[in-house]
Structures are given as C-alpha cells and as structure tokens.
C-alpha cells in the first residue's frame, strides 16, 4: 500500500514539475495555449461565408432570341452564378477569363432558338476555368438547372395531343426525384472541413508542445524532478505524470473545440455531451502518450517545429474527411491508423453533424483505447530511456 | 581576399553545416520526396470510385430493380446494402457504412404505369463534399435517365424515330468544356497546390533554421569574421547552398508531376520554371525576414510556421479567396503561397502570358528582396547576440 501511495507520490511530483515547465516556456505557452484558443476563431473567420455565391461569368448570346434571354435571366438569377459582362464573341470572352475577370462563359449559339422551334437540338457552350473546382461546380450545375426547366418547357409546349395542365406536367417528367443533403444541408466549405480541423488541432499541438518540453529536457539532461525514486515502473510513473499535466490543459481545450467554437459559429453539433466525453478520454491519453514516445526523435527542441507542422495536411487527408474514406489506397489507410487523429476526426464528425451515438462510432473507439494501450507502454519505455542515458 | 573566394569559402562551411547535421537532409530531401510521393500516391485515381452506397427499395419491381442497377453501374457509386427503411439506412449511414442512399417507396412502378407521378428520393451526406457532390451528380443522371426511360418508351409507342425522341427529350443540350483538365482530376487541384506549399513550408523553417543555429550553438562571429564582417557576403554564402538543393528539389517535383505524370501545363516549361525561381527565392527570403524581424531561432520558426499553415487555406485554391471576408482577402497577399497559385493557374496551369499576372510576380520578387530590410538587425543578431533557450 505504501509503495503505491509513493508511485502516487512520485506523479504528483512529475505533474508538477511539467506545469511548471509549462508555464515557464513560452513556446509551449505559444503553442498549447494561444493556437488552440485563437486558430479555431481564425479558421472560423476564413471560411465563415461557407458557400461560393455570384461566380462572375460572361455571356455571348448570339441568339438574341427569347430562348437566350430566357437562359440568361435565369441564370443571373440562380444565386450561385453572377453574368457580370457581355462579349460581343467568344475570342472577347476568352480574354475576359485570361484577364481573371470571370471564371466562365456561356456561349448560346445564332441557331438556338430556330433549331428548337424547327424540331430539332440545338446546344449551349459552358465553358470554365478549372483551377477552382468550386466555381467549375457554380457555373456547371446553375447551367444544368437552368437548361432543364427550359427542357421541361419545350417539351410541354411542344405537347398537342394532351389536354390538362397536369397531364403535361406528367408527361414531361413522369418520376420525380427528391434530393435530400443529409447533414451539412447548406453545403458548407466550413462546416465540413472545419470540425476536422478542430480535431487535428488537439493532436498536432499537444505532439509540439510536449516534443518543446522533452527537447528542452533533452538539451539540459534534466529528466526527473527533485526527490523522485528511480527504479521500478519509473517510465510509467513519469509518463502519467507528464501526462496528467498535459490532459488538464488540453480536457479544457478539448470543451471548447468541441462546444464552444460550433456554438459561437453556429456549426452543427449534434453529439450528446456523455459520449462526447467518453470518446475524447481515450483520444487525449493516446495523443498525449503519442507525443511522448515520438519525442525520442527530438534532440533539439527546434527539431519537433520541422517535424511536426507539415505532417498537418497529409494527416488531415488521412482522416477520411478531404477525401472519401473508401477511396484512400490501402497503404495509407494503414498509416492513417497509426494515428490517433484518424479515428477521432471520423468519430467526431459522425457524432457533431450526423448525431451518431458512441455505439455508431464503436469501430472508432475501440480503435483509440488500442492505440492508448500501445502508446502509454512505448511512451513509458522512452521515457526510461531518456531518464537513464 | 576577393569577394568572391568569401562567398565560395561561406558557402562551403555551409555545406558542411548540412552534411553534419541530419535534419538538413531529413528535410530538404528526404521529407519532400515522401511528401510528393502521398500526395500523388493517395490521389492516383484522381477521382474516388466505387464509394459506398445503400438502397431502400419498399416497391422491388423490375423497373425500380433496373434503378438500382444502373446506380451500381456509375463509377462513383457501387451498391453494397439493401435496407428495409429509411432510419436503417440513415443510421448505416451514421456509422460510416454507406455515403448515400436512393429510396423507392413501395407503389413506386404502379403510380408511374397509371401516370399518377410517383417521387423518389435520394439522400446524400455532405459532410465530406467530394463524394457530397460527385454522389449528387451520379443521381441526377440517374433521374434524367429514369424520366427518359418512360417518356421513351411512351414516345416509341406512338411511332416516333430515335432522332425525335431525343430531340423530345432534350431540346437544349450543355456542351461542356472542360478547359485544362477534362477528366475533373483531383490529383491536379490539389497536389499543385499542397505540395508546394509544403515545400515552402519546409524553407521558411529552414531559412530560419540555419540562422538560428548559428545564434544557437554561437557560431554567428565565426561567420562574420569568415564574411569580412560583411552582411551580404555571409548572407548570400549562407544560403547559395540552401537555393540550389530547394531549387532542384522544386524541379524534379515540378518535372515529376507536369512531365511524368501529365498534368496539364498548358503554359509550356517556361512559366513552369519562372514559378519554381520565384516561389524558391521568395520562400526563403520570407523566412530569413522573419529571422531578421524575430533574430531568435524557435521564436522566428514558430512564426514562420503559423504562417505557413494559414498558406493552405488562404492560397484560394479550395475555397476560393473571393468568397471570403473582404479583410482576409487583402491579408491573403502576405502569404507568397497565394500569389503562387494565381501564377500557376494563369500561367502554367492555362497557359495564359505572364504579364496577365505580373502584378503576382512582382510580389513574389518582393517576397525575395525582403531580406535586405532586415540585414542589419541580422548582422547585429549574428555578432551580438546570445542565445537563451
């Protein structure tokens, strides 16, 4: 019994001598402390407009019929696409896309308008810049739209033989389709892209801000607090020590990524608290010891800034979240599952925006208590090593 | 001694220092080759196929049957669950199973024969958009086709050729061009913008880097006295070695990707290897100002790497700039990553002239003269100074 109670002891003293450290350090202070508070808010900012409205495109109508007018109205009025300019020929319009002004045109032919009383199809030219794929989407899908309620009405105008308005609406589309956005309604660029982030947010600083402090360590050769015992399970001892100093920070941190910051920027956050709080327990341990135990790379305390940073965006795509989970190649899914930010980033978003219960996400779960099993036994095995040499 | 054996004898104590030292290699060689090799690797099939999706068929009729399989025929879309109803297929969709699902009420086939207009929907999740809205297309082919299936069929029965029941169908076609990347591959939107945004990444912090350890382990009188006690020798010796490895590595990923791979570049090699001088010179020169303002090793590196992170987003090539907040646009021309990406996507990616940019390259030029404000504070920085941890 005593021998446990001096192990909790020993704790207390490694808990306390990591705060200290911590908040004599200003670059763990940088880091744990002022990115994870304010990168939220500027990420928020950057994509607090969501959706890509107005594209700026240029017509050429040389229709000038009513077909055409009807088109360009319509599209206008879509509120995706904006007709900012009119060009008197497509070689016009194409410098208008060279000089940047517009992201595409539509070119509406002289024979429209005869082609479609004569019987026969006549065709629109759409073309767009594809350097951004959102304005592609804007300009591709407003003229899609557009163009098939035009069909729809040719067709019923082009119907003799029937006879009741309803008998026409049917005839000229006979199925109806409903399509239904699950969960991120309004197609948000921010709403999708954002909770990841916020996520990645909690690996990737708490991996910086304990390689800083463990490189510094390094730097010094000062491993153990005053009055701590060597010997028996030290590495564990100084492992949970480390860590419970890091896991009251980030416990604070982890609240407000994944309440505050939705609520104040009106995300959608759908999760009940109890499992939000059962699933992030296991995620912080295991990014905790994960930064541990990849801190035997860090001899210099610099080195984990080089190390760390450029891992964010590979990471985020690994995550399953930028790119569809069933399409990423079967070597990088199994690096994905090295790391602790893949399945929380997959759980969270599952759980904030599809209201999925800790039960949908037990694939999840499970995966980030065997990743804290691992993690804590090789974190507690560095930090032997280091303790030692 | 003349100032050229100066700069050559600098430039050689610098190759040492990158010998010596395995992060150099780590991270101008090693790092950027693996980089290039996910990014392409893990977007090799430039679009995702085959993703997940599930069916509700309450009717089970040969015509909803043959909806259901012509889903499964798209290449985006592959059917891999048949569910009893719409909360089963919601909560498979919660639990990651499935990404989309089409559901066909029962009664579906008997109200289209008695032309009573049935509707069918169809919902997606939007939580990760790429395969939100490649799903969203598959079903608005698939509605298309439905509807022409039966006024096809109706059409025929009445004695009407091929010609016109197409001409019926769609009066008005969309021809689409697709300028530059026809096949809408995603491997080209995004590995032109991350991978160099990591590499620049990569010189910021190690433009910051190498001066810093010269502060670091005292070194900075050393290579004053090398330089003559002359700024512009010991800076230029100092990163000439710097500027040719970053410059071959930015030509192989750029050779790799535009001639191996044959992404469009429709601007021919020349812009192509302005863009590669450009952003190698203006990256380094934004992280050796950066170094200047903040002559302190972490503090200059920290910076340099925020900013390097906001890069991803604010260069514009996702979420395009002109959607966000008016601010953030004008703050986005710090960043060189965004004059990079206009450059590329007017120049190398449209083959647009140069001088529909050059306000662009004019920045980044900038970007590379940066530095000479800030000489003197980094000679007083490397004679001076004494490093605190």
Same mark, same amino acid.
């Given at each position: 019994m005593s021998k446990l109670y001096q192990d909790i002891c020993d704790i207390c003293l490694v808990w306390r001598d990591e705060m200290k450290n911590f908040v004599h350090d200003e670059g763990i202070l940088l880091f744990c402390l002022l990115i994870p508070f304010a990168y939220p808010l500027l990420y928020a900012w950057i994509y607090n407009n969501e959706v890509v409205r107005e594209v700026p495109v240029v017509v050429v109508d040389d229709s000038q019929s009513a077909f055409s007018r009807e088109f360009i109205q319509s599209v206008d009025a879509s509120?995706?696409?904006?007709?900012a300019y009119r060009a008197g020929s497509l070689d016009e319009a194409r410098r208008m896309v060279e000089q940047q002004k517009v992201s595409g045109i539509y070119y509406l032919p002289p024979e429209l308008e005869t082609n479609v009383l004569r019987g026969q199809q006549s065709h629109i030219s759409v073309y767009t810049d594809m350097a951004v794929t959102l304005y592609y989407k804007a300009i591709f899908q407003t003229a899609t739209a557009v163009v098939g309620e035009m069909n729809k009405d040719i067709r019923i105008s082009s119907?003799?033989?029937?006879?009741t308005q309803r008998d026409e609406e049917i005839s000229a589309a006979p199925l109806s389709f409903d399509e239904v956005a699950m969960f991120n309604p309004a197609q948000g660029y921010g709403s999708f892209i954002l909770p990841a982030v916020l996520i990645l947010i909690i690996q990737q600083t708490l991996m910086l801000g304990i390689g800083l402090s463990e490189g510094t360590r390094h730097e010094r050769h000062k491993f153990l607090p005053q009055g701590m015992r060597t010997g028996r399970a030290m590495g564990l001892r100084l492992a949970l020590g480390k860590g419970m100093a890091y896991f009251m920070v980030y416990a604070v941190w982890t609240a407000y990524l994944t309440l505050v910051v939705p609520r104040w920027f009106s995300f959608v956050m759908i999760a009940r608290p109890t499992d939000l709080i059962l699933f992030f327990f296991p995620y912080l341990v295991a990014c905790i010891s994960f930064g541990l135990m990849l801190s035997w790379l860090v001899r210099y305390r610099e080195n984990v800034l080089l190390l760390v940073v450029f891992t964010s965006i590979p990471f985020l795509f690994l995550s399953g979240i930028s790119w569809p989970q069933s399409a990423i190649p079967p070597f990088w899914r199994m690096v994905g599952s090295i790391l602790p930010s893949t399945f929380a980033i997959r759980g969270y978003v599952r759980m904030a925006?599809?209201?999925?219960?800790l039960g949908d996400v037990l694939v999840e779960f499970r995966a980030l208590w065997i990743q804290t099993g691992i993690y804590l036994v090789l974190a507690s095995i560095v930090m032997r090593r280091s303790a030692k040499s | 001694m003349t100032v050229l054996k100066r700069i050559l004898n600098i430039s050689l104590r610098e190759v040492r220092n990158l010998v010596t030292n395995p992060m150099y290699f780590l991270f101008m060689v090693s790092a950027p080759i693996i980089v290039v090799l996910f990014f392409t690797t893990f977007l090799r099939d430039g679009q995702p196929v085959d993703m997940p999706v599930g069916v509700v068929d309450q009717d089970n009729t040969t015509t909803t049957r043959r909806m259901v399989r012509m889903l499964d025929a798209f290449?985006?879309?592959?059917?891999v669950g048949q569910y009893a109803t719409v909360a089963d297929a919601r909560r498979a969709i919660q639990r990651n199973e499935i990404y989309a699902f089409l559901y066909i009420p029962a009664g579906t086939t008997s109200k289209l024969l008695a032309s009573r207009k049935p509707s069918v929907s169809f919902y997606y999740s939007m939580t990760t958009l790429t395969s939100g809205s490649l799903l969203y297309r598959d079903l608005k082919t698939i509605a298309s086709l439905g509807n022409a299936g039966v006024i096809q069929a109706s059409l025929r029965a009445r004695g009407a050729t091929d010609k016109q029941v197409m001409t019926y169908l769609q009066p008005i076609l969309i021809d689409l061009h697709q300028i530059t990347n026809p096949t809408m591959d995603y491997n080209v939107f995004l590995t032109t913008t991350l991978v160099p945004a990591v590499l620049s990444l990569f010189m910021f912090l190690l433009a910051a880097y190498s001066l810093g350890t010269e502060l670091k382990f005292e070194t900075g009188p050393n290579l004053m006295h090398h330089a003559g006690d002359n700024i512009w020798i010991a800076l230029v010796g100092k990163m000439l070695p710097m500027f040719f490895i970053f410059l071959n590595i930015f030509f192989i990923y750029e050779l790799y990707v535009y001639y191996f791979l044959g992404f469009p570049h429709l601007g021919g090699p020349w812009p192509i290897a302005l863009l590669g001088v450009l952003t190698v010179t203006a990256s380094l020169g934004f992280g050796i100002f950066m170094f200047g303002l903040v002559p302190q090793l972490r503090m200059s590196m920290s910076i340099c790497s925020l900013w390097a992170v906001l890069s991803f987003s604010l260069a514009?090539?996702?979420? /395009?700039?002109?959607?966000?907040d008016a601010p953030i646009q004008s703050v986005a021309n710090l960043f060189p990553m965004r004059h990079y990406f206009l450059i590329y996507q007017a120049?190398?990616?449209?083959?647009? /002239?140069?001088s529909s940019v050059w306000i662009n390259v004019v920045a980044l030029v900038a970007f590379s003269l940066l530095p000479l404000l800030v000489f003197p504070r980094i000679k007083k920085a490397l004679k001076y100074y004494v490093y605190v941890p």
């Open positions: 509120p995706d696409v904006r007709v119907m003799t033989a029937l006879t925006s599809m209201g999925a219960t | 290449q985006t879309s592959k059917v514009g090539a996702f979420f /395009p700039l002109a959607s966000m120049t190398v990616f449209n083959g647009y /002239p140069v």
